[in-house]
Nanobody
Framework: QVQLVESGGGLVQPGGSLELSCLFS????????MGWYRQAPGKQREHVAT???????DYASSVKGRFTISRDDAKNRLYLQMTSLKPEDTAVYYC?????????WGQGTQVTVSS
């Protein structure tokens, strides 16, 4: 089993920054890839960013250049640094991990971008 716990969400003004963190624990060996997804009210959950192996990353076009995903295995943490936030970034953000053949989700953390 793998447990994922997100933190760092909150209310931020447009143009602001926020960093999300995901603490992972349990059977963490061979957890790969890891990523972030989000779900806005009335919309389907969508991919935000993924990190594979030592550092290969992939981003949704809507966040490319504004968001940065990183992973620190020494701290058992996955991060999502978000800058230049827009109201359309408002959503519940979920941490996701794969450890073949299973996948795991955190409980989500709310990010609200509003003035």
């Amino acid at each position: 089993q793998v447990q994922l716990v997100e933190s760092g969400g909150g209310l931020v003004q447009p143009g602001g920054s926020l960093e999300l963190s995901c603490l992972f624990s349990g059977s963490i060996s061979s957890i790969n890839p890891m990523g972030w997804y989000r779900q806005a009210p009335g919309k389907q959950r969508e991919h935000v960013a993924t990190i594979i192996g030592a550092g290969t990353t992939d981003y949704a076009s809507s966040v490319k250049g504004r968001f940065t995903i990183s992973r620190d295995d020494a701290k058992n943490r996955l991060y999502l640094q978000m800058t230049s936030l827009k109201p359309e970034d408002t959503a519940v953000y979920y941490c996701h991990a794969e450890r073949y053949p299973m996948e795991y989700w955190g409980q989500g953390t709310q990010v609200t971008v509003s003035s």
